[in-house]
């Protein structure tokens, strides 16, 4: 595979390169691995730039119905949007943006908009890395917009949090004044809170969420990386597509005064470091599990069932031969 050429199409532009370069990062072959790592080079070079919205929810919320009325939305206004998931469950018939296709069916027509599903990996470090090489590759290929997709379980809301330069919680309308068990940490992390399906007999209940959430938001610990009035709760109708002009007015408010207070460079810098230190943990974690550590450990882990070393010392043991020299305790 000529990477050079590979960069240069991407560069251009091209989706079917794209999309290419995608399946190379998402390859865990060490040849691939080189290959793709040769290829983030490459294209970082062109310091193109596209604005990072993460989106979480709960399945059923409307997530991929937003995406399709706010990607629409978008790309009449000319931008390019590029759709990407992250959907540590594969279990779930083969990750939610593959049947998304179908219901995201104008968006991804539409020569403006590139759709990509989500691969089928468990394994949510091989996720994360995939998903934020696949934005790399989007922003070099020109997309304005990229979105991220996740279903709100487990760490993915974390994991895209971590890549994204706004992120959006989509709710739906509660129906009692329960705050619909929403997690402190999410909240905290959240850049807007979207109250979607504010439409019809469901109208004025997604109005009541969305000032209770206006109300617990303020509640939480002011941000630096937030202007006054912000993070900020809206209603939405994804389905009427009412709202999310408003939606997208406040989103690009909030990175512009960002961008103006160095809260935008900092965030991704940050980010950097973040996914720096994941990377080391997870090398070292994939080293564990690879001869000849794998053998010497399941060796120490007989010794220590048979009480014949105590769990530390043998744990000692195996760190000072595989770690010592270059990794002093
Ligand atoms: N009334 C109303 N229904 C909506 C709206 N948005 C989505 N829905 C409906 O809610 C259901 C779920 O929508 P999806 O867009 O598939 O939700 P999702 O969050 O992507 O779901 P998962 O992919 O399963 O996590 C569908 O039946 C939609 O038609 C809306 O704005 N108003
Ligand atoms: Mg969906």
Redesign the pocket.
Known sequence: MDIEDLAERILSGERRALARGITLVESGRADHRAMARDLIERLRCAGREAMRIGLS?T????????IESFGMMLVAQGLRVAVLAVDPSSARSGG?ILG?KT?MERLSRHPGAFIRPSPSQTHLGGVARRTREAIDLCEAAGYDVVLIET?GVGQSETVVAEMSDLFMLLLAPAGGDELQGVKRGIMETADMILV??A??D?KSAATRTCADYAGALRLLRKRAQDPEGFPKALTV????ENGLDSAWAEMRALQAWRRENGHFARRRAEQARFWFEAEVREGLLARLRREPVKGAMAALAARVEAGEITAAAAADELLATYLGESLPA
């Open positions: 929810g399945p059923g919320v409307g997530k991929s119905t937003f939610s998304d219901r279903v979607n399906k439409d019809g469901l109708s994804a389905a009427l």
